[in-house]
């Protein structure tokens, strides 16, 4: 049994804008009756804005294909052509409150029938096979798929190729080469580590103040017969004393000036140094 | 609201009388049945009561019953032993459309070295008889074909298998769980070496099942340990369940014939109201060598999943063949090995009856049932036809 959420339950039961489109201005239809699952996207589209006026699916395949077909109309409507290609997979799945790992193919499946419909509305042609690259022949899945979606979902495992495009799910056979692409998209470009801003607490602050001042700048004045040492730390503001040849030097403002260089460069941009008097 | 169940094959409601006579091995009774003192050895003899009830429903000896945890193990039980006590016999035969617990067996072993036979079916599910014919040799440790299929219901020509398989001297066994309680079976006009059944699929708790093995068969224990179940199963006796399992056999045993015609009866208003009602359905398997108690049902356009998902939301339980409910993206083995299409396994529907439905319930479902596939077919990009039942 799967855990699907209230709103997929919801969007099963009662889905929203099923049914067909007389006269639509783009058609996008992904999926087939032999994979298990098929969806087909009627859009109405405002000439002049480029707006989506209306959307309606029809989808053979299981709740969570029916439901996220369901949440892809209602995600659509009201964007323009250009907001809805924003919508990736994960707005999907995300609309409805989460899928099941094994299910998030059904809300890859939606963003595919987007961009069909898009394509087809803008008189693109349906973009075919590259010569051989079918990958999974079980479910007909591509190379250029697989990588496009290990990217967008950050992928790193089969099993997760799996969960997000069904190759491999078949006979299996293809799964070496599922593993290969991996290799391939995560050696040569390594996964985005989001650049969190570092939030330092106090206590990494000032281990890291006192590991800077040993290891970077302390070494470097005791060459010159000078020294430096740690008086305290008030939030941002660092107070140091010059010591040995450093005291009373006429340069001593230009050694506390690129001490705080440092520091601005390694700790943060909002450290002041003090000579402590 | 209240469950109507129509998942039998799957497992079966506990028989009310059964519980009763575990209780007290579930409380007071709580020896060990292999202990000197009288408080545990008393219970020697309650398992041995319980050995022969399950004995006489399938007309064995009572020494030929081995108590085991479920069918699974039964199965594999069966397997091993054939293939350990003929260890220069590197031959196995099955078909492609066994439980997994012989199936996946069957492709370990092969990946152990061993050559594997799985045998296909026709359209209708019946097994080729040639292939076997030709499949078996003097290298041929085993042959493990299921006497009842689990999906579709439909019955092996167990007899004829055995006879032939006997005439060659090739160990049989034989996966009873889904056939043991639903059809009669007598061990003793049916030459068959090893039979496994299951004690959930015959309304005895889960966790319990046996594994019948002819007297005079070379027998290796799978599970080694202790010297219960005569150094054939190691391992305390799961008593309560054991206990369970004989009331449930007796129970089965008491009302096999006229349950059996009971079902029959049941089974076959559903199907033939369904076929009635809803357009583009077809039935899986072969209805004249079928299980009373179960029907597959196809209804093409639609997912499997999405019908049972809608079906529960009125309280009625079964199962598909579709890849969706399967955990895996394959859907059903058994039906691909019939050949039947994907456009119709994807929409494939078993409902699977017991002793406890009734007549209400299975009209209920053939009143709610057309609804159900007119409105998936509507939002399906294929399927249009919205032809309800005919009012009577």
Redesign the interface.
Known sequence: M?EYTEKV?DF??K?KN??EIQNPDAVG?VGS??C?????LYLKVDKETGKILDAKF??????S??ASSSALTELVKGKTLDEALEISNQDIAEFLGGLPE?KMHCSVMGREALEAAIANYRGEAPRLHEEGNVICK??DVTEEKIRKVAIENHLTTVDEI?NFT?AG??CGECKPNIEAILRDIWSLKPPEIPQKPKRLTNLHKIALIQEIIEGEIRPGLQADNGDVELIDIDGNKVFLALRGMCTGCLMSDVTIKGIQDKLRELVGEDIVVEAYQ | MTTIYLDNNATTRIAPEVPNEMLPYLTDLYGNPSSMHTFGGQLYRRIEEARAKVASFIGAEPGEIIFTSCGTESDNTAIMSAVESHPHKKHVVTTRVEHPAVLNLCRHLARKGYRVTFLPVNSLGQLDMDALLKAVDEDTAVASIMYANNETGVIFPIKEISEILKKRGILFHTDAVQAVGKIPIDLKTLPVDMLTLSGHKIHAPKGVGALYVRKGTRFYPYIIGGHQERGRRAGTENVASIIGLGKACELAEKHLREETTYLKTLTDRLESALLKCCPDVRVNGDINNRLPNTANLSFE??????IL??LN?YGICASSG????S?????SHVLRAMGVP??AV?GSIRFSLSRYNTEKEIDTVIDLMPGVIRALR?????GRQTIACPPE
Do not use: N
């Not at chain 1, 029809?58 to 709740?63: E, M, P």
């Not at chain 2, 579709?322 to 409910?325: L, N």
């Open positions: 799967w339950k099963f039961l889905p099923v049914g239809e009756i032999i298990g699952d098929a969806l087909k029809q989808t053979f395949g299981c709740a294909a029916i094994e079980c479910f799996t069904k799910g078949g | 356009y639609v997912e499997g999943e999405a998902l809608r939301e579709s890849a969706c409910t955990g895996s993206l394959e859907p994907y456009t994807h509507e939002m399906s990009p294929y």
